[in-house]
């Protein structure tokens, strides 16, 4: 009997605490947003390059920073941008974290002291931007110099066209926080689905299956599942009509066999949750317009960066979340 008492207490007090962990951690993230804001306007003040490809920048090496382990993970500050440490020293520089400028210069290292304050430290946010903007080739701020201007950077077409698409995510909502999801499918539809990542499939040789198969009937719309930019739209030999998303979780999400688009849809357009991209249908396995060599179903992929390569993971555990949570809405 007093144990029970005491559960019950427990839960009550469980309860009561959650909600306001909860509100301290959305604090915090707000907290984060504003400091990093600050640093991304102070961005564009020092280059008239706009802040949110600072933004786009910053959660980009955030998001790589993340799946990588040959990357130290920051300890303090807000920013995520990675310059290492032997670069900013300089390579034969004894001081492995040196943080006077003479020597630093002294030993061809390019780290700067951005805020004057007599240190040019690798562990504050406003000396990394200022070294960042100093190892930047400036073309001008259009749109296209920007883009030239990443690639002299990164020698990476696929990161240039990611910071991109995050700068007009950053541009369209013009904050930081832009957060949620929605399952593909509307939630009324009669659909069904299992987990089958990993399964073996032999179309187009020996390969495993990347995704989940949402069995549903012929036009059913299909719609974003996330806030994100198109990446890709349009035919390929296994998927079909497919369309590609980028979002700034560091998700590419992938939706195949479509049995046509939304029309009114573009490559670099912004979508939200919800926002419909086509309809089921059963395309793919040959050349453009094959159709009907399965049944119909909406295959459902989602792909990870590392700066390097792109691998896929399950995304069921997040279907059931999202389909759980339009049910609740
Ligand atoms: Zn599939």
Redesign the pocket.
């Known amino acids: 009997m007093v144990l029970k008492k005491i559960i019950v207490l427990f839960c009550m007090v469980v309860i009561f605490i959650m909600p306001s962990f909860t509100n301290a951690e959305e604090i915090d993230q707000a907290q984060l947003n504003k400091e990093r804001m600050a640093l991304y306007k102070k961005g564009e003040t020092l280059t008239f390059i706009p802040w949110y490809y600072f933004a786009a920048i910053d959660t980009y090496e955030r998001n790589v920073r993340s799946v990588r382990n040959d990357i130290p993970k920051r300890e303090n500050g807000v920013l995520s941008i990675y310059i290492k440490p032997e670069d900013w020293s300089g390579l034969s520089n004894p001081v492995k974290k040196d943080t006077y400028a003479p020597t630093i210069h002294l030993f061809s290292g390019i780290g700067l002291d951005g805020n004057n304050d007599g240190k040019a430290s690798l562990e504050d946010d406003e000396d990394i931007l200022y070294t960042f903007i100093h190892r930047l080739n400036f073309y001008g701020p259009s749109r296209q110099y920007i883009r030239m201007m990443l690639w002299d950077y990164y020698q990476r077409a696929i990161t240039v066209d990611i910071i991109d698409e995050y700068a007009s995510l950053y541009q369209y909502y013009g904050k930081l926080n832009i957060e949620g999801n929605a399952f593909p499918l509307p939630i009324r539809s009669t659909h069904s689905y299992r987990s089958?990542w990993g399964a073996p499939?032999s179309f187009g040789g020996r390969r495993v299956?990347?995704?989940?198969?949402i069995f549903a009937n012929y036009g059913t719309p299909v719609r974003s599942t996330c806030y994100g930019v198109i990446e890709t739209k349009g035919w390929n030999r296994i998927g079909g009509w497919r369309i590609g998303i980028r979002d700034l979780s560091n998700n590419y999400h992938y939706y195949?066999?479509l049995g046509g688009f939304n029309k009114d849809l573009q490559r670099g357009q912004v979508v939200e949750p919800g926002t419909l991209i086509g309809y089921v249908g059963s395309t793919g396995y040959g050349p453009p317009g094959t159709s009907g060599k399965f049944p119909p179903?909406l295959?459902?992929?989602i792909y990870k960066d590392n700066g390097y390569s792109e691998w896929s993971f399950d995304p069921y555990p997040k279907l059931r979340l999202w389909e759980r949570q339009d049910r609740s809405k």
């Open positions: 089958t499939r299956h990347e995704g989940t198969d195949a066999h179903h295959h459902y992929g």
